[in-house]
């Protein structure tokens, strides 16, 4: 027997820089992967490797137990869920699993109108990069029933390397805005450091070895300020989407009464960098507002 033929059918919107690779895992281990994409060359080397390509994300999801979003921005998580005709309108008891960094109200509602429909909706967003997609390393923070956790876990496992429960419908994105405000200060705190290193005459790739194996080692400054002393400002992470977490979560801040400075400032420096045509370049290019 077809070992596919006894696996849930996984259906998978979203196929750009993280999509693809996560879809690829679930492809790999064996699951009859069912995919669309807003641009459909990028499908074509997932159905070259044996998944079913749909028109829409209601055909797709007419015929998959699992539909897996990963798409760019809130109103595109609202597009493929909540407009008709889409997720929502088409999906039969699927579990629908939005890892779009996208807002927390937004994944309450559609956890709101999946119940209505007898379907169960999980907040996975992550975190871990371009690195951690292509891996199968992510941070997978979810925001579900403990029921609805359990059922999809072995999915979200051929995915990330990490992948923790966090509350009900919003707190994987509650968590997620966490994390984004922690990179906020980090990315800058490593741009200063490498341009500081730059002006006073050090050789910043061997200021790495130093700083990058102490107490400021991490991601942002070992992988991201690497390549900022490389010149290579291609993403990795969109600097438009960060702009769009950044938002989110001084939205959020705001209905809470925090004020978050740092968050603030990164937003102002960001979307200085758009004025200068960087949206599609990686966040690193944040480096580039203190070495032009
Ligand atoms: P990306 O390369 O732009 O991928 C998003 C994909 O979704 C694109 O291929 C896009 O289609 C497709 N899409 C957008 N709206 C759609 C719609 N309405 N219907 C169907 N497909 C749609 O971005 P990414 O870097 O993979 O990021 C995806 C999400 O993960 C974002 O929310 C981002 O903030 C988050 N994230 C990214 C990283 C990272 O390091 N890259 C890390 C953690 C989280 P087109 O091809 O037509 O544009």
Redesign the pocket.
Known sequence: MNQAATKQRIGF???????SNMAGHILAAGYPVNV????PE?GKALVAKGAKWFDT?GALAAESDVIIT???FPS?VE??YLHAGNILDNAKNAYLIDM??SSPSLAVKIAQEAKKRGCHSIDA???G??IGARDAKLSIMVGADQADFDAVLPILQLMGANIVLQGGPGAGQHTKMCNQIVIAGTIMGVSEGLAYAKKCGLHPETVLKSIGGGAASGFQLNILGAKMIQDDFE????VE?FI??LSIALEEANALNLDLPSVTLAKQLYTKLVAKGYGRKGTQVVYKNYIP
Not at 36 to 39: A, C, D, E, K
Not at 235 to 238: H, I, Q, R, S, Y
């Open positions: 919107i979203g196929l750009g820089i993280m999509g669309y994409n807003r641009s990028k994300p990963m798409v760019g595109d597009q493929v779009t960094t967003p992550v975190s990069g371009d993403p990795g992470f969109f989407h769009k977490d």
